[in-house]
C-alpha cells in the first residue's frame, strides 16, 4: 500500500547531502530529508566546558533550533529560554556524536555542532544528526591539515531515522503528516558496527509489543544502512570551492 506521497513502507524520503555549504564553517553540510532540509556545521574551538577541565580530553556539543519561517506557522526564535523539545534534541545530537568519537584525541578542546532547521517536514533530529555526521567529518579534516590533531578521533560512522505505526502500518521515515498520525513514533540512532545509541519510542494514546518494537528497529536499521551508503558517497565526493 502506497504513502500519502507515494512512497513505500520501507523506503526513505529522497535524501542528499551538500558539504561545504556556507564559507567559514570548516564542516558545512546541508541535508535535505525530503521537504525536511537542516543546515549542519561544525567548528574547532579552543578549551573545554570548566566541569571538564583538567581531565586531558575534549568534548562535542551541538545547539539545535528551527528558524522561524521553517514551519507553517512562524515560530519564535529561542533567545531568552531554551524551550524543552530544543533542549532534549540538541542533547541528543551530542549524545550521538560523542558515541563515536574519542574525545581523548581532541585534548582538551571542542568541536561545536550548530543544526539549524531551514525547513521542517518531520524527522528533524533523525536528519540533525545524520547531517552533523558529516559536517563533523570534514571538521576533523581541517583540523588534521592544520595539525590540530595528530588522528583522527572518529571511531565509527552515526545516523538516525523516525519509524513509527500509522494506521496500523509500520512505517519508515515519517514526515509531519505521518508523524502527526502516528499511534507509535520511534527515533533511532545508531552507529556503523550496528549498535543502537539511543532508542526514543512512544504510544500515543496506545501501546505496542516487544515484537512490534523489534520489527521496528529492524525497519530502521535497513533504512539507516542507505543513510550511512549516502553519508559515505557524499564524503567521497570532491568538495566544491568556498562561495
Not at 168 to 178: C, M, Q, S
Amino acid at each position: 500500500m502506497a504513502r500519502h506521497d507515494g512512497r513505500k513502507p520501507a523506503q526513505l524520503r529522497p535524501v542528499s547531502l551538500t558539504r561545504r555549504f556556507t564559507r567559514f564553517a570548516p564542516g558545512s553540510v546541508l541535508i535535505k530529508c525530503g521537504h525536511t532540509h537542516v543546515l549542519c556545521t561544525a567548528m574547532w574551538q579552543g578549551g573545554v566546558p570548566p566541569w571538564r577541565v583538567g581531565r586531558g580530553s575534549g568534548w562535542v556539543t551541538a545547539e539545535y533550533d528551527m528558524l522561524p519561517g521553517a514551519t507553517p506557522e512562524r515560530r519564535r526564535r529561542n533567545r531568552q529560554r531554551i524551550d524543552g523539545r530544543t533542549q532534549e534534541i540538541q542533547r541528543l545530537i551530542g549524545r550521538s556524536l560523542r558515541a563515536v568519537v574519542d574525545l581523548d584525541v581532541l585534548g582538551e578542546n571542542s568541536i561545536l555542532i550548530d543544526c539549524d532547521v531551514l525547513q521542517a517536514d518531520g524527522g528533524t533530529r533523525a536528519a540533525s544528526v545524520t547531517g552533523a555526521y558529516v559536517a563533523l567529518c570534514d571538521a576533523i579534516q581541517h583540523c588534521l591539515r592544520e595539525k590540530l590533531i595528530e588522528h583522527s578521533p572518529l571511531r565509527d560512522r552515526i545516523a538516525a531515522v523516525s519509524v513509527g505505526r500509522v494506521d496500523g502500518k509500520l512505517l519508515l521515515d515519517l514526515d509531519y503528516t505521518e508523524d502527526s498520525a502516528a499511534q507509535v513514533d520511534v527515533n533511532v540512532v545508531m552507529t556503523g558496527a550496528g549498535e543502537f545509541v539511543e532508542v526514543q519510542g512512544t504510544g500515543e494514546g496506545t501501546t505496542f509489543s516487544p515484537d512490534e518494537l523489534t520489527r521496528m528497529l529492524g525497519l530502521a536499521s535497513r533504512g539507516i544502512k542507505q543513510l550511512f551508503r549516502a553519508q559515505k558517497e557524499a564524503l567521497a565526493r570532491k568538495q566544491p570551492g568556498r562561495g
